[in-house]
Each structure stands twice: as C-alpha cells, then as structure tokens.
T-cell receptor
Framework: QKEVEQNSGPLSVPEGAIASLNCTYSDRGSQSFFWYRQYSGKSPELIMFIYSNGDKEDGRFTAQLNKASQYVSLLIRDSQPSDSATYLCAVNNDYKLSFGAGTTVTVRA | DGGITQSPKYLFRKEGQNVTLSCEQNLNHDAMYWYRQDPGQGLRLIYYSQIVNDFQKGDIAEGYSVSREKKESFPLTVTSAQKNPTAFYLC?????????????FGPGTRLLVL
C-alpha cells in the first residue's frame, strides 16, 4: 500500500465549477498535510497546509481533513483556466514529506 | 529576495560520468531536501539534511551522494552508479518545528543522459 494515494485523473471541470481532489494516507501518526500545485515543467508551489480536523479556507481553496478516516481533500471553487495544473498531496512523516502521485486538473472554458 | 536557487536548469550526463547539481537557499532554513520526480509520478526523497554537517538517506539514495558543509548549500552528486538518472530534480528547504514544517521548492534541474 502506498503511503499517500490520490484519486486518479485527469479531472476535467468547466470554468466556474468546483474541482474536488481527494487524498488518503496510511500513517495514523501524520500531523500535517499539504497541497501543492505544479504547473507543467515547473516546481511545486504550496497552496495550503492543514493540521487540525475540519475545514480550512483560503480564497477559492478549501482543505478538509479527517484524521479518523485518514483522508484529506482540496476543493477549488469557481475554477479558472489558470487552475489547470497537477495537484500534489503531501503528508508529514517524521520530518519528511511523502507525496502522492498527483491529480491533473484541466479547467475548460 | 529570499528563495531557493538551483543550477543548472538543464544538465546532460554522459555514460560513466558524475555530475553535481547545485542548491542554494537564503531563507535561513535549517533543513534541506533533494527529491526526484519522474513523469507522471510524485516526488521521491533522495537525501535530506536537518542540520549542517549531517544528512540522512531518503527512500532512493542509491547512486547519489550529498554534502552539507554550509547552512545555505546542499549539493547533490549523481554518480555513475545511478543507472537511470534521467529525471526532474527538486531541492527544498524548511524550518522544522514539531513536525509541522512547510517545505519550499527551488525551480528544479532537469537531468538528461546523452
């Protein structure tokens, strides 16, 4: 079993819709969770981090964490063409991050 | 401007050659990391260092070596023992605090084999 798994893509959403990205992790001791956005050919950039159960909102992005279910998600509201990228879920594990394979999102105009 | 720089942007390696990728940060971060990314895959940890003069192997350290002589610098050498080095190499840094540190990435180096 992989440490961090993300829903397989690609995910295609119309402009203005909500994109929903899911991530599950195997280590119950993980304390911090991150979402990175990676444009093609570029390095990952941090979108959000979340430490506590519940929702965390930042602009059009909402991260949701459920430690009991070992599940973290990212919602992108009012999706824009500039949101088209690969989104990486990362989970802290003893001062190291484990990454999922990523979900590629395409926002169509 | 604070940030992480990596050089070169593209690097070509010949068979049997060792090559070194540079990573420098001026964020005053204690920890630095090297990852490898293959097409369609997530990032895999090669080596990491939490303090100067100390570093640990990650999940795929074979065929790679590092040094951490200065806080700002964490060069990665891809040795001839690494048989499949073609990948996108990413350096990151963070300030570890109780396991909640955020890692920030440099722009990456793309390594190709001639």
């Amino acid at each position: 079993q992989k440490e961090v798994e993300q829903n397989s893509g690609p995910l295609s959403v119309p402009e203005g819709a909500i994109a929903s990205l899911n991530c599950t992790y195997s280590d119950r001791g993980s304390q911090s969770f991150f979402w990175y956005r990676q444009y093609s050919g570029k390095s990952p950039e941090l979108i959000m981090f979340i430490y506590s159960n519940g929702d965390k909102e930042d602009g059009r992005f909402t991260a949701q964490l459920n430690k009991a279910s070992q599940y973290v998600s990212l919602l992108i509201r009012d999706s824009q063409p500039s949101d088209s990228a690969t989104y990486l879920c990362a989970v802290n594990n003893d001062y190291k991050l484990s990454f999922g394979a990523g979900t590629t999102v395409t926002v169509r105009a | 401007d604070g940030g992480i720089t990596q050089s070169p942007k593209y690097l070509f390696r010949k068979e049997g050659q060792n090559v070194t990728l540079s990573c420098e940060q001026n964020l005053n971060h204690d920890a630095m990391y090297w990852y490898r990314q293959d097409p369609g895959q997530g990032l895999r940890l090669i080596y990491y260092s939490q303090i100067v003069n100390d570093f640990q192997k990650g999940d795929i350290a074979e065929g790679y070596s590092v040094s951490r002589e200065k806080k700002e610098s964490f060069p990665l050498t891809v040795t001839s023992a690494q048989k499949n080095p073609t990948a996108f190499y990413l350096c990151a840094s963070s300030n570890p605090t109780s396991g909640r540190e955020t890692q920030y990435f440099g722009p990456g180096t793309r390594l190709l084999v001639l």
